[in-house]
Nanobody, 124 residues
Framework: QVQLVESGGGLVQAGGSLRLSCAAS????????MGWFRQAPGKEREFVAT????????YYADSVKGRFTISRDNAKNTVYLQMNNLKQEDTAVYYC?????????????????WGQGTQVTVSS
């Protein structure tokens, strides 16, 4: 079992930055690929970014490429999402997730554990 707790969300103006954190506890964190997803009101949850267990490889949705950076610190059992140049369309609840036994995945169905989410609101 893995417990995930996100933090760092909030209200920011367009063009601003936020850093989300996801603290993990339970089973060995370093054995999981980690991902960030988001869900805007009335929309499906969508993939944002993912990182391998070692942190050596990452992959991003086209909508955030060049603006967001995913990273992890296995010694702290934490994964981060640095979000720069935020846009109004980035407004959503952001969720971190853990996938055991996969190297890197965009598929929501392949993630085994989810956090409760943190709200990010970008104003004009």
């Amino acid at each position: 079992q893995v417990q995930l707790v996100e933090s760092g969300g909030g209200l920011v103006q367009a063009g601003g930055s936020l850093r989300l954190s996801c603290a993990a506890s339970g089973r060995t964190f370093s054995r999981y690929a980690m991902g960030w997803f988001r869900q805007a009101p009335g929309k499906e949850r969508e993939f944002v970014a993912t990182i391998t267990w070692s942190g050596g490889s990452t992959y991003y949705a086209d909508s955030v490429k060049g603006r967001f950076t995913i990273s992890r610190d296995n010694a702290k059992n934490t994964v981060y999402l640095q979000m720069n140049n935020l846009k109004q369309e980035d407004t959503a609840v952001y969720y971190c997730a853990a996938a055991f036994g996969v190297r890197l995945t965009l598929k929501r169905s392949e993630y085994d554990y989810w956090g409760q989410g943190t709200q990010v609101t970008v104003s004009s």
